[in-house]
C-alpha cells in the first residue's frame, strides 16, 4: 500500500527525564513494518537532543526541556514540571518543512506522560488539520481510554504490531491494512531514517518468561521471543558504520536468559559483524542468568555498564519480584562480575522503593547491603503500572491510580504511602549518593 506516514516520538512532561539511552524502539519497529508495507516514511523524534548538545563520553546527556503547567495533582509536589523535547517553534518548522503525510503515528510510553502526549498531538494538527492522527505504544495499550480522553480526535491502537487479527480489526485508517511484524524482522529499515544518534538501541529478544508484580511485559509481550543473531549484528554493524555509533544500550527485558544461551550466540555474531562499540544494560539484567561464562562474554565483546535487576532479597517481597533473586545470588553476581575485569564504579544495583507493606527502614538496609559490595546502589521508585498485580492490590487502596494515569509516576505516588514523602524520598537519594561517591 503506497502512502506517505508520519511517526512522531512525543514530548515527555515529568519532574525529571534524562537521555539515558533512550530510543524509542517501539517506534522503530513501526517503521520498519510501514516501509516493508510500502509506505514512504518521515520521522520527527521530538526527543531529538540537538547536535552540539553536551553529554558524556558514552553518549548520554541532558534533554532540553522548559516549564510545564504543573496539573492539579502534583499541587503538593515542590518539584519543577517540565515538557521535555525540543521547542514548539523547531517542532512546528520541522513538520512544515516536510512533505504532507497521508497519516500520522504517533507513540506513547509511560502512563503519566499524557500531557506530553496531548501537547504533540496538538501541535501536530495545528500543521496538519484534518490528517488522520493514530496513537499506540506502551500508553496506547495498557490505558487505551485514558488516551482517548486525553487525545479525542486521535484514533487510539491498543494491539501490538506482532498481531495481525488486532491490526486487522482496529478498523483506523491505513493501519488496519497492513501486514504485521515477526520479532525476526529487521529494523534495518526504521535505522535508515535516523540522521544522527549519541547512541544506539541494540535488541537480542522480546519478552520475559518471568512475571514480577508490578510489571507490564508479560501483558506488552507474551512470552521470550529471540530474535535472530544475523539480524541483531546487521542492525548494530549499520549504526556503527552509517551513524559512527560508539554506544549501545540493550533494550532487552531478557537479556541472558537462560544463562545466556541466546545472548551468547548474538556476542559471537557481533564479533564476527566487527562491531566494537560500548556496551549499556540500562535494563536490569536478571541476575540469576549472570553466570561467569556469560559475565566473561560480557566483558570480551565491550560491556561497559551493568546494572542488575535486584529490587529487593527481602523475603517478605518474593511474590512481588517473582523470587528472581535474593542477596546471596546478588553478591555471586557481582562477585562474578569483578572477576570478569567490571571495576564496581560500572555496576549499578535496582534497589526498589514503594513495594506494598515496604518500609523506609528495609529500603535502606537493602542498599546498605548493595554498598557493601562496593557497587553502585540505583534507588527505583515505584510507579504502579496498569494491568499488573501491584497496580490492582495498589488501586483498592490508591482509588486514584485507576481516576487518573498522572498518579502513576514514580515521584508523586511514593509520596502517598505511609512513611514516605518528599524528604523520606530525598534521604533515600542522599544516601545512594555518598554510598556510590566511594565507589570505584
Ligand atoms: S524480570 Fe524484569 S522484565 Fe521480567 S517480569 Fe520481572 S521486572 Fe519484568
Redo the contacts with the bound molecule.
Keep these: 500500500m503506497s502512502f506517505r506516514a508520519l511517526v512522531v516520538n512525543p514530548w515527555v512532561t515529568d519532574f525529571k527525564l534524562y537521555d539515558e539511552w533512550m530510543h524509542p524502539v517501539g517506534l522503530y519497529f513501526l517503521i520498519a513494518m510501514l516501509k516493508q508495507n510500502g509506505a514512504q516514511v518521515l520521522y520527527v523524534d521530538c526527543l531529538q537532543r540537538p547536535p552540539d548538545a553536551l553529554g558524556r563520553a558514552n553518549g548520554t546527556g541532558a534533554f532540553p526541556h522548559r516549564p510545564f503547567p504543573k496539573p492539579a495533582i502534583y499541587g503538593t509536589m515542590l518539584r519543577r514540571y517540565k515538557l521535555y523535547g525540543s521547542t514548539e517553534s523547531d517542532l512546528c518548522t520541522r513538520l512544515s518543512g516536510i512533505p504532507a503525510p497521508d497519516a500520522v503515528f504517533v507513540g506513547s510510553s509511560m502512563t503519566y506522560w499524557l500531557p506530553g502526549l496531548r501537547e504533540t498531538v496538538r501541535v501536530v494538527r495545528s500543521v496538519v488539520p484534518g490528517t488522520p492522527v493514530v496513537i499506540g505504544g506502551t500508553s496506547a495499550q495498557l490505558i487505551p481510554s485514558a488516551v482517548r480522553e486525553a487525545c479525542p480526535d486521535a484514533f487510539v491502537y491498543g494491539g501490538t504490531l506482532f498481531d495481525q487479527t488486532a491490526i486487522r480489526a482496529s478498523n483506523i485508517p491505513y493501519l488496519s491494512s497492513l501486514k504485521s511484524l515477526s520479532a525476526c524482522d529487521s529494523l534495518l529499515p526504521a535505522l535508515e531514517v535516523l540522521s544522527r544518534a549519541f547512541h544506539g538501541p541494540a535488541l537480542s529478544s522480546l519478552g520475559?518468561?518471568?512475571?514480577?508484580s508490578?510489571?507490564a511485559?508479560?501483558f506488552l509481550h507474551p512470552g521470550y521471543v529471540p530474535r535472530p543473531a544475523p539480524v541483531v549484528a546487521e542492525e548494530l554493524a549499520f549504526l556503527q558504520n552509517r551513524l559512527g555509533v560508539g554506544n549501545f544500550a540493550w533494550y532487552d527485558?531478557?537479556l541472558l536468559h537462560n544463562n545466556g544461551e541466546h545472548f551468547l550466540l548474538v556476542a559471537r555474531a557481533l564479533s564476527r559483524a566487527g562491531v566494537t562499540g560500548a556496551f549499556h544494560t540500562p535494563?536490569?539484567l536478571?541476575v540469576r542468568w549472570a553466570t561467569p561464562e556469560v559475565l566473561d562474554g560480557m566483558k570480551s565483546a565491550g560491556f561497559e555498564t551493568l546494572r542488575f535487576?535486584y529490587e529487593t532479597g527481602g523475603d517478605a517481597f518474593l511474590r512481588d519480584?517473582?523470587g528472581?533473586t535474593s542477596r546471596k545470588g546478588l553478591a555471586r553476581a557481582v562477585s562474578a562480575a569483578k572477576q570478569a575485569g567490571f571495576g564496581g564504579a560500572s555496576i549499578g544495583v535496582y534497589v526498589m522503593a514503594g513495594l506494598a507493606g515496604q518500609t523506609r527502614d528495609q529500603v535502606e538496609d537493602e542498599m546498605e547491603f548493595v554498598a557493601s559490595l562496593s557497587v553502585k546502589t540505583k534507588p527505583v521508585f515505584v510507579s504502579p503500572v496498569p494491568r499488573t498485580p501491584l497496580f490492582e492490590r495498589y488501586a483498592a487502596a490508591y482509588p486514584v491510580l485507576r481516576q487518573t494515569p498522572l498518579s502513576h509516576n514514580d515521584s508523586y505516588f511514593i509520596t502517598l504511602l505511609p512513611g514516605w514523602d518528599a524528604p523520606a524520598v530525598q534521604q533515600v537519594m542522599d544516601l545512594a549518593k555518598a554510598n556510590n561517591a566511594s565507589v570505584s
Excluded: I
Design positions: 520475559c518468561p518471568l512475571s514480577c508490578y510489571c511485559s508479560r527485558d531478557a535494563n536490569g536478571h535487576g519480584t517473582g528472581k
